[in-house]
């Protein structure tokens, strides 16, 4: 198992940047493939971006596409959700997942079997 706890989430302006960080506990955080995803009030939760094992392969939604980075530190147990340019349509709670077999970055909610608490990222007009 791997538990999972989000930070950087706070209130920025629109074109501001944040950075989220999600520590994961554990030994085996290497091996798994690693997902941000977000929901806003009164939406479904929604796939933000993901990150393979090793970091080589990423994936992004559309909606973020180029102002968004995942990455990860796997000497860290840590992965990062950079976020540039931010709009108040940004405005969620972020969530990250972790997803055995990490090989393959899902990008579904079905696909990953630990989730952290969430941080809220709120984004001014």
């Known amino acids: 198992q791997v538990q999972l706890v989000e930070s950087g989430g706070g209130l920025v302006q629109a074109g501001g940047s944040l950075r989220l960080s999600c520590a994961a506990s554990g030994r085996t955080f290497s091996s798994y493939a690693m997902g941000w995803f977000r929901q806003a009030p009164g939406k479904e939760r929604e796939f933000v971006a993901a990150i393979t094992w090793s970091g080589g392969i990423t994936y992004y939604a559309d909606s973020v596409k180029g102002r968004f980075t995942i990455s990860r530190d796997n000497a860290k147990n840590t992965v990062y959700l950079q976020m540039n340019s931010l709009k108040p349509e940004d405005t969620a709670v972020y969530y990250c997942?972790?997803?055995?077999?990490?090989?393959?970055?899902?990008?579904?909610?079905?696909?990953?079997?630990?989730w952290g608490q969430g941080t809220q990222v709120t984004v001014s007009s």
């Open positions: 997942a972790a997803r055995d077999g990490g090989r393959r970055a899902g990008l579904t909610l079905a696909e990953y079997a630990y």
